[in-house]
């Protein structure tokens, strides 16, 4: 048998860094095993827990090593920083098994239960959903925050997101990596964090390395950030800062503007109460306040908590005994028991996002609450959000083309002028569309299958190119896309494509006869009757980096488009 007191001696932790991606502010460190080569006959982390599952040592092996990060994590001094703790699903599985064990340890170090985060995970384990979905109900039931841990990569992914109501997912780095390069990574992430958001859940991109990794996970919605480039892991607890400015530098730099934010004139500053309020001060505060029926509730980091109906502590009031009762220290507690969840979302979502996730979980809801890397902002309630809905709704008819509903040119220029600004340090792909012999084609078939053609366009935009692309229209038979971080040899495919399957779409639209000759027959700008090919679309590609000349841009894209006109592949340039 093992000498386990000597193998758990060997090993120590390291703490990566987990930040918000919108302040570059720390908000969690995740314990990392390490020493395990040390152990002899030991090459993994694998082999470690292999070897006390096997000896029918692996929960007092986790609550010893679960120890030994918790002490190592008391002593770095940041106010409400967590820990995410890594856990064996398979511990559930053991008959030593139970629960309170992390709450004696916690309360020996001087912490509380919302101090950690068990990370859970489905990959490189037989365990039954069912058994890692009763574990997580476990801990969640204990007031321990669950992160589901790699996520993606197991073959239940989904159901397991669906049934665990974890607060937190984390993106396994295989999606991640070289994400500003792979569509389909793009458009994956983007579609789990969209789906996570409006679930009520927070989103780590990790394994992250690059700025262009890091941009492309803020881009779409990541909320928090964790890997190299921000720090990689470290076992000197002393290396863990509360700000990381090689992050914030990168912020700070971001010249983009991230889409329809919130205007605060629609956030309502309701005052909150701190967590330790006296019940007899809650009394008073409803006395006093008569405006809402419910108040804000916060932790002493100013995090949101929840909020606390009046109607649920009117019986102790009303009484004839309450308010005394409530001003005696030895009957008064802490508000805990009488909060309750309330919808609430990060103001970085966007108004879009905000609206969306409203939408779906506004059952007895009164409005939605805002919070600002985890702190407490304000609340909007019923009326705003119906304002900003129908705000939004004008700014969206505004400023796209009534047909195809794509943007229209207003944010073009937007578009433009953002990317024309000094000190880029994305690449961006602007790619113009015009239809070839578009006019004859309308002369001789109408305008209604012209409009059919371009919708047949604007839908074939929209389905290659990726979701994060802008896409615009900029009337009659001229479009527009934009793309950020990508390379150009796949913008020139996807385009190239683009054209391509149009060409072939097209021909769907014409009579037996014109598709077989392969032409019409109509007059031209002399009123001359000639021969016209069929409907193709020609398309100008410039690239635009740090080292492009802004003033050449106009004329650029000029000389271009006149270039590309009838070509059946792209015409391209760097600016």
């Not at 400015?245 to 956030?267: A, G």
């Not at 299958?449 to 839908?459: C, N, T």
């Not at 990508?486 to 385009?495: C, M």
């Amino acid at each position: 048998m093992p000498n386990w007191t000597e193998i758990i001696n060997k090993l120590d932790y390291a703490f990566q860094p987990i930040i918000y991606s919108h302040s570059g502010k720390i908000y969690a460190v995740e314990a990392l095993l390490r020493n395990v080569q040390q152990v002899p006959g030991l090459n993994s982390i694998d082999d470690l827990f292999n070897l006390a599952f096997n000896d029918d040592y692996l929960y007092e092996l986790d609550l010893q090593l679960r120890e030994k990060a918790i002490s190592k994590f008391s002593q770095i001094n940041i106010d409400n920083l967590k820990l995410f703790y890594n856990l064996d699903n398979r511990i559930i599985y053991n008959k030593k098994y139970s629960q309170g064990n992390t709450a004696k340890i916690l309360k020996k170090y001087n912490l509380t239960k919302d101090r950690v985060c068990f990370e859970l995970s489905e990959k490189g384990t037989a365990i039954e959903q069912n058994a890692l979905s009763t574990m997580i109900q476990k801990y969640r039931d204990s007031g321990y925050s669950i992160a589901i841990d790699d996520f993606g990569i197991g073959v239940s992914g989904l159901k397991l997101l669906y049934f665990s109501e974890a607060k937190i997912i984390k993106l396994d780095r295989f999606f991640l990596t070289n994400i500003d390069q792979d569509s389909k990574k793009k458009l994956f992430c983007s579609s789990i964090i969209e789906m996570a958001h409006i679930m009520g859940m927070l989103v780590v991109a990790e394994g992250i390395e690059t700025e262009k990794e890091f941009y492309t996970c803020k881009d779409i919605g990541a909320d928090f950030i964790q890997g190299y480039l921000v720090q990689k892991p470290t076992t000197n607890h002393k290396d863990i800062t509360s700000n990381y400015l090689n992050i914030i530098t990168l912020i700070n730099e971001d010249k983009r503007v991230s889409n329809s934010f919130i205007d605060e004139e629609f956030i309502e500053e309701i005052s909150p109460l701190h967590i330790n309020t006296s019940l007899y001060d809650l009394f008073v505060h409803f006395k006093e306040d008569t405006k809402n029926n419910f108040v804000p509730i916060i932790d002493e980091f100013e995090n949101f908590l929840g909020i606390i109906y009046e109607t649920d502590i009117k019986k102790i009031s009303y009484s004839q005994y309450g308010l005394s009762l409530a001003q005696n220290k030895t009957f008064s507690s802490t508000l805990v028991k009488y909060i309750k969840p309330a919808l609430n979302v990060e103001i970085s979502w966007g108004i879009d996002k905000i609206l969306e996730t409203y939408n779906l979980n506004s059952k007895n809801s009164l409005g939605i609450f805002i919070t600002q890397s985890g702190k407490y902002k304000g609340f909007i309630n019923l009326n705003s959000l119906l304002t900003l809905s129908y705000k939004r709704n004008i700014e969206i008819a505004t400023n796209q083309n009534p047909l195809t509903k794509l943007p229209g040119n207003n944010q073009i220029e937007k578009f433009i002028d953002k990317t024309l600004r000094k000190n880029q340090k994305t690449i961006t792909h602007i790619i113009y569309f015009d239809f070839n012999d578009f006019k004859p084609f309308n002369d001789i078939y109408g305008f209604r299958q012209g409009d059919r053609a371009i919708l047949i366009f604007s839908e074939l935009l929209q389905k290659r190119y990726p979701k994060d692309a802008f896409i615009a229209h900029i009337g009659g038979d001229d479009f527009f896309v934009g793309l950020k971080n990508y390379d150009y040899k796949e913008v020139y495919h996807l385009t190239a494509t683009v054209q391509e399957e149009f060409s072939n779409s097209a021909k769907n639209i014409y009579t037996k006869k014109d598709k077989e000759n392969g032409f019409i027959v109509a007059k031209d700008r002399f009123n001359m009757e000639r021969r016209f090919d069929l409907l193709s679309v020609s398309s100008a590609i410039i690239e635009i980096n740090s080292k492009s000349n802004i003033s050449n841009f106009d004329n650029t894209l000029n000389i271009l488009k006149k270039a590309s006109k009838g070509s059946k592949e792209p015409i391209s340039s760097v600016l």
